[in-house]
């Protein structure tokens, strides 16, 4: 009768963490896309408000998607620096950046928002985020006729692979890529462990393979104290990357990395882009 009872509660142990189990697996999947995008629409600031002159441009993706970005020229500028930003971004939170790129070092900025994100209309979905930075690509060449060869592609965390995707497609000056992972389901499977995530999981946003078929100049950044992706992803993106490539190790968390690193973080991009 013991025996029976302890069996009897050994499967309803087992049972509950099935359960578990498979409620977490579906949980997970009907929600993955509220943990790879979080769009912000609110703009709470623009250039204006760190004194720089700016062009509001809406342009269009190849699929009717009506975007929103800043070009942000620089005086005797150095070249053109497309910004694709991170998940949990728009570009009225990207003014540091504006400021780093522009101010000190020189550059002319065109950051956007990709659908969904500040003003650009639309859902984000990982085709459309690709689209979205070709068209931002084809508003800098066509329109804005900047020639190839003076644009510089950077891309921070979800803003990596995407960067990466379109470095592979078009034929720019150098290519940065800072605080990113290896690929989105890499990720997810070292959150999820015992979950197979890489099954079910709908995004591949691989910057690593993307980065594989870049064949321009690339420099990777990543802190070894960033707490939301680890360094060991960086690392395999240098090791991946074509040469010539150049990695510069910061310090500080993953949302404050270039501030607590500000002056590591600006000399380095301006001894990369001097040589490229």
């Given amino acids: ?17 099935i359960i578990i189990y498979l409620f977490s697996a579906i949980y997970e999947f009907l929600t993955q896309s509220y943990h790879v ?8 600031a623009t250039p204006f408000d760190i004194r ?18 800043w070009f942000v020229p620089a005086r005797n500028s150095k070249g053109v620096i497309l910004v694709l930003h991170g998940s949990g971004e728009n570009i009225s939170t990207r003014l540091t950046f504006i400021d780093y790129f522009n101010r000190k070092l020189g550059l002319s900025v065109f950051i956007i928002d990709y659908r969904g994100y500040g003003k650009s209309e639309g ?8 689209l979205d930075a070709r068209a931002a690509w ?15 592609i950077f891309g921070r965390s979800l803003g990596g692979p995407i960067a990466a995707w379109l470095a592979k497609e078009v034929k720019a000056r150098a290519l940065i890529l800072d605080s990113t992972f290896t690929s989105i389901k890499d990720m997810a499977a070292e959150l999820h462990p015992y979950l197979p995530v890489r099954r079910f999981f709908k995004f591949d946003y691989s910057t690593i393979d993307y980065l594989k078929g870049a064949g321009i100049p690339v420099l990777i950044i990543h ?15 240098y090791n991946a990357a ?9 310090s500080g968390k993953h949302n404050d990395n270039y501030i607590k690193s500000e002056e590591i973080y600006i000399e380095g991009i301006r001894s990369f882009i001097s040589r490229y």
């Fill in 52 to 69: 720089l002159y700016f062009e509001e441009i809406i342009f269009s993706s190849s699929d009717g998607v009506n975007l929103s970005g």
């Fill in 242 to 250: 074509n040469e010539p490539r150049q990695f510069l190790k910061i």
């Fill in 138 to 152: 084809e508003c800098l060449t066509g329109s804005k006729k900047i020639r190839p060869q003076d644009i510089i």
């Fill in 123 to 130: 859902r984000p979905n990982e085709k459309g985020t690709y």
């Fill in 37 to 44: 995008y979080y769009p912000k629409k609110e703009i709470t």
């Fill in 223 to 237: 802190s070894s104290e960033d707490d939301y992706i680890p360094f060991s992803h960086a690392i395999k993106l």
């Fill in 1 to 17: 009768m013991l025996y029976q009872k302890i069996l009897f509660g050994f499967g309803s142990v087992v049972a509950v963490i």
